[in-house]
């Protein structure tokens, strides 16, 4: 027992006489870097810094670690002999492949195998697919554009969510408004074959009551749907100039852009469907959490703090689409 207090204490005094870098492995210095650097208020381990940091160390630690030989590299025999461990990485490693090629031909995201429309897919986009993007919009836009607001708005998380479902509900009532006005135009033209106002003013034209029907309906929509990869694009441009004064300062935000257009796409797929979409943009605090309809982003509670992502529904009492992403209550 002596001679071990002996060595602690030898330990405790090297210990001491080192720098605070030679404290820690070669490989957790940029995590050391990123914790020193940090300037206060509350460390997000999500961040962008701190991710960065968590990539670096892991690269240096595989490089100082890992066998890179190739499967014809090994000699014969050698691969039978891996442990364990060197298995486990080597089979992670496989994973990670395959997500990263996942990832690059836009396919699923997670749990179902969801993925995103294809361009060709959009123009038959069924409610099914609007669902497929909310979600692909949350799991891969949705967190770049919460830390601009946390980062560079310096807001809580709450008011950060909060804003960014506040553009998403944005982006439908714009889409709702333009859909419903294109649609008039639509059945205002079809059913009178000139725009002659002289000639118009000698003829008696149907009310447009008489004229218009949930058949008819229906098949302009299915026409607007066929044509939604020529359609969107003036959609977009129509959305951004309309609302250039209130996002003036969201436009050219690059972690904030990206998440705007896909939020209007997803609003004029779900626009020109036949029945419109039911979806729940805002929860009262305090409301219950029920996880057949909601995802908890933090520790599962009894009660819901806040909606974080929308619940979709296919219609009215309809079938739930998506489930919708909650904060819940951590107070008792």
């Not at 990832?103 to 609007?130: C, K, Q, S, Y």
């Not at 002659?196 to 003829?203: E, F, S, T, V």
């Not at 029945?275 to 219950?288: A, C, D, E, Q, V």
Request: proline content about 6%; some cysteine.
């Amino acid at each position: 027992p002596l001679v071990d207090r002996r060595r602690m204490s030898e330990d405790l005094r090297s210990s001491r006489s080192v720098s605070p870098d030679e404290a820690f492995p070669h490989w957790a210095a940029p995590i050391a870097a990123s914790v020193r650097n940090f300037k206060g208020g509350t460390l997000i381990v999500n961040s962008a810094p701190f991710r960065d940091a968590l990539v670096e160390a892991e690269r240096i630690w595989v490089e100082e670690n890992i066998d890179y030989k190739t499967e014809e590299e090994r000699a014969p025999g050698e691969r039978d002999n891996l442990t364990r461990e060197e298995r486990i990485i080597e089979l992670e490693s496989e994973l990670e492949k395959l997500r990263l090629k996942e990832r690059e031909t836009g396919r699923g995201w997670g749990a179902g195998n969801l993925h995103v429309p294809h361009p060709m897919e959009i123009n038959t986009a069924r409610p099914e697919d609007v669902a497929e993007l909310l979600s692909e919009i949350y799991k891969t836009e949705w967190q770049p554009a919460f830390e601009y607001f946390i980062y560079k708005k310096k807001v809580r998380e709450r008011e950060a969510a909060e804003e960014l479902l506040k553009l998403l509900q944005e982006c439908y009532d714009f889409c709702e408004k333009l859909s419903e006005e294109h649609l008039r135009d639509l059945t205002e033209t079809l059913f009178v074959p000139t725009s002659n106002q002289h000639l118009l003013k000698k003829i008696h034209v149907p009310n447009k009551a008489d004229i218009t029907s949930q058949h008819i309906t229906s098949d302009l929509n299915r026409l607007r749907t066929s044509a939604n990869t020529h359609i969107f694009p003036v959609v977009e441009q129509l959305f951004f100039l309309t609302e250039k004064h209130h996002l003036k300062a969201y436009i050219k935000a690059d972690n904030l852009h990206p998440f705007i257009r896909l939020c209007v796409k997803c609003a004029w797929i779900s626009s020109v469907q036949d029945r419109p979409l039911s979806i729940t943009f805002k929860l009262k605090p305090g409301s219950n959490f029920y996880p057949d309809v909601m995802i908890s982003r933090n520790a599962p509670a009894p009660e819901v703090d806040y909606l974080v992502w929308p619940i979709v529904f296919k219609y009215d009492n309809g079938p739930l689409l998506l489930k919708g992403i909650v904060h819940c209550s951590q107070l008792k």
